[in-house]
Structure formats: C-alpha cells, structure tokens
C-alpha cells in the first residue's frame, strides 16, 4: 500500500468517516464497515480529504480540463479539490447539477463553469452507479467528453444481489461501460492491509469480519 493510500485510510478513519461495526449498505447487506463522505463536514477536514482526491488525480496521469460534481455529494467534493488543485498550481474550472432544473436567472441544471473540454466526475462511492451514468449524459449532453471518474473508497464487491450476484463490481461495470478508468484513492484491499498491520490496534476485533465480508462479495 502506497504512502498515499496508507494516509487516507488513517485520515477517514481519525475523521471518523470511515468507522467499523455493522452497517447495512444500499444493496442491503450487512457490512462490517461504512464510509460515508458527508462526515467531511468542517473546513480542516474537508481541506484535508480535497489534498488527497488532487494529488491521487495529479498522480494518475489522466489528461483533463475541468472537473464535475454529482449532485449532492460531488458538489462539495468537487469544489473543495479545484482548490486544492489550485494550491498545487493547477487551476481548473468546476461545474456541478442542480437535481432540479432552475427557471430563473441563469437556469438549466448546470452550475459553474461551461462543461467543455475532457471532463472528471467526482464523487465519494460507486454503488449502483447512477450518479455516475446521469453524469456522463450531462456532460456528452453539453457536447464535452466524460474522461475518468475519481472516488475516493473503492468498495471492491460484486454488484446485484445474493443468488444474482455480477462478476464484477460496480466501478468495474462503469469503467467498462463508458470506457474510461475509475480512479480511487484508497479501496477495500488497502482498508484491510491497515486493520491487518495493526494501523490501529482498537480494529483488530473487525478483521475477520472484513475477512469474511470480502470473500463472500469480493472481486
């Protein structure tokens, strides 16, 4: 596991962002843990979370002009990372969505700067993906290109339900889909190395849990 990586699973879980017991997630299932990205909720934390969605979307080597924000989430997650971009010496315009059309004013779904260009989606999670896919038709809709999406958890598990279960996981199923990589800060393989090396021995009481967990909806 990277520095990089290593740091983030440390951070989300100080910020108590990432935090472990039993959790039932959007696809029904027990899991042993949750992340849940609306916890980046003061300005150190937040300021904190953008430095690593820039600098893991700096280290990927993919050619971009401007980044978008799913509503709601992504919005914020968005902003906060052109920022840090910004500190790095990289200054790009935004744009996120309204989730209902505005009749006033400037209107339309569209806030911020004019989607052009090769465009990142950022976002927290890909669980079903849907954010994702209304995303891409925004912004083909705008006439500018969808070039990666940039999450910060991989989930790594198989998407579907029991019985039904997909060979592959939901980032797989988009990065397939739209032919363009999905990028991650950290993922389920560096959450269980740190639990596993002892990052905080107070998680050593989940690691079979997580164990367990992966094997039964790993990919």
Do not use: W
Not at 102 to 114: F, L, N, Y
Not at 118 to 147: F, H, L, N, Q, Y
């Amino acid at each position: 596991m990277s520095n990089l990586r290593q740091e983030f699973i440390e951070f989300a879980v100080s910020a108590g962002v990432l935090r472990f017991g039993e959790f039932v997630t959007k696809a029904g299932r027990t899991s042993p843990y949750f992340f849940n990205a609306g916890l980046f909720s003061e300005g150190a934390t937040l300021a904190q979370v953008a430095r690593f969605y820039a600098q893991t979307l700096q280290d990927s080597g993919v050619e971009y002009d401007m980044l978008f924000g799913p509503a709601y989430k992504g919005i914020t997650l968005a902003s906060a990372t052109a920022v840090a971009l910004a500190g790095m010496g990289r200054n790009v315009p935004f744009a996120f969505n309204r989730k209902e059309a505005k009749d006033h004013g400037e209107g339309g779904t569209i806030v911020g700067a004019k989607l052009q260009g090769k465009v990142v989606i950022i976002d927290d999670v890909i669980s079903a993906g849907t954010s994702v896919r209304e995303s891409v038709d925004m912004i083909r809709a705008a006439g500018a290109t969808p070039c990666a999406v940039l999450i910060a958890l991989d989930r790594m598990e198989r998407s579907g339900k029991d019985g039904a279960l997909s060979a592959l996981s939901a980032v797989q199923e988009v990065a397939r889909e739209y032919d363009m990589p999905v990028i991650s800060i950290g993922n389920l393989n560096d959450l269980f190395e740190y639990i596993s090396n002892g990052g905080d021995a107070r998680l050593a009481q989940y690691k079979d849990a997580v164990a367990a967990y992966r094997t039964r909806y790993g990919v």
